[in-house]
């Protein structure tokens, strides 16, 4: 297993103050990589931040996907994607074959809007363990290679436990600024209808008024903080991923006034637009945070009627109602994801309903190799 990230964070730290830091053709193991990274992308060093994970690959950690991950987090405009194709080709022919760096790659490709080689490399990541292990129980086979090949999942109630450390400490780093951090999507819902996280969470989701506080502002007051690791998470929205030091994943999504007096925010590939809200005070996980005053309202219009009644295999990409799509041939990509995902997770249900969108755009032939 990998070492926690908070150990990462602070091991770079201690390097980072005692003056040991490894120079510049210095290649570190590849968790202290990870952890160094950080620490200069923190600092605005970007391409200090790239270049200590490039020194680790070359160094002979090519399989360790945790590198490529944290270099596809580094990706500020398309062109910075080219760095990692070209890593790629000079990696072992094992780097491949192996699923969690196939994903990387083909999520670096897709965030740069070349969705053909991202998909072909999500073809590769889906069907690669299959070939590997044809004929009889090859299903099976495929299952058990990409659940070893995902992270393992966390403890009961430990996500809950990490998620209000890293709210508090959000909500403290924020402090100075003018934004007003209110629940959205799934933790609204969870706070609304379950009285906290819901079972099933993964991350925390949460809206910041966009002229209220602009994305600098957030990222530098939680750099200052230091308990963050603040990005974009996509070229094409300011939606940004707060990784806090326990692992814990906060998304923040400005809400913008369109010209009809509408508001909307940005996914990836799709937007959600509500009808004009007010934000009222409340406490969640012992945070004090914000919320939409109406806030039934607001999940009727995002969930639907039934929002009362939970449902593991809801995607807000593909089923809220007030969903719009900005970027169609990103969205189909997700669609490939979605099911190398769902083969990760062994989720039978997510495993036919991605199948299904997949043939519908064309990939029938091989997507019936994998999925009965």
Known sequence: MS?????????????????????????????LAVGLSRRSRTRGQHDAAVAVLARSLRAGEWKRSRLWSELVTLIRTPADVQPILQLWWESPAECHSSVPVLRSVARAACIAGQQD????????????????????????????????ASPQAAEPGRFAE??????????????????????????????????GFIS???????????WEAEGPTLEQA????????????????DRLRGNHANGTMIDVF?????????????????????????LTETTFAGVPVWQPADAEAYLAESYGPRWRE???????????????????????????????DALIK?????????????RELGEGRWVERVIA
């Open 117 to 148: 080689l991202g998909r072909a490399l999500l073809r590769k990541a889906i069907i690669e363990p299959h070939k590997q292990h044809p004929g009889t129980g090859s299903l099976d086979n495929i299952k058990g290679r990409l659940r070893r």
């Open 162 to 195: 990490d998620a209000a450390r890293a709210l508090g400490e959000l909500h403290a780093a924020l402090a100075a600024t003018d934004a007003r951090l209110f629940l959205i999507g799934g933790t609204l819902l969870g706070h609304v209808r379950d009285g």
């Open 254 to 278: 400005p809400h913008h006034r369109r010209e009809d007096g509408r508001v909307y925010h940005d996914g990836a590939a799709t937007r959600w637009v509500n009808d004009p809200f007010e």
């Open 200 to 210: 099933w969470d993964k991350d925390i989701d949460l809206g910041v008024v966009a």
């Open 310 to 340: 939970p449902d593991p295999e809801f995607d807000a990409r593909f089923d809220k109602p007030n969903v719009e799509v900005i970027d169609q041939p990103y969205l189909d990509s997700l669609k490939y994801f979605g099911l190398l």
């Open 346 to 358: 062994h989720n039978e249900a997510k495993q036919q309903r991605f199948a299904r969108m997949l």
């Open 222 to 237: 939680c750099a200052r903080h230091g308990a963050f690791s603040v990005r974009r998470l996509d070229l094409n929205s």
């Open 3 to 31: 070492e926690p990230v908070d150990t990462l964070a602070m091991t770079a730290d201690v390097i980072d103050r005692s003056g040991f830091l490894p120079g510049p053709h210095t290649a570190p193991p590849a968790m």
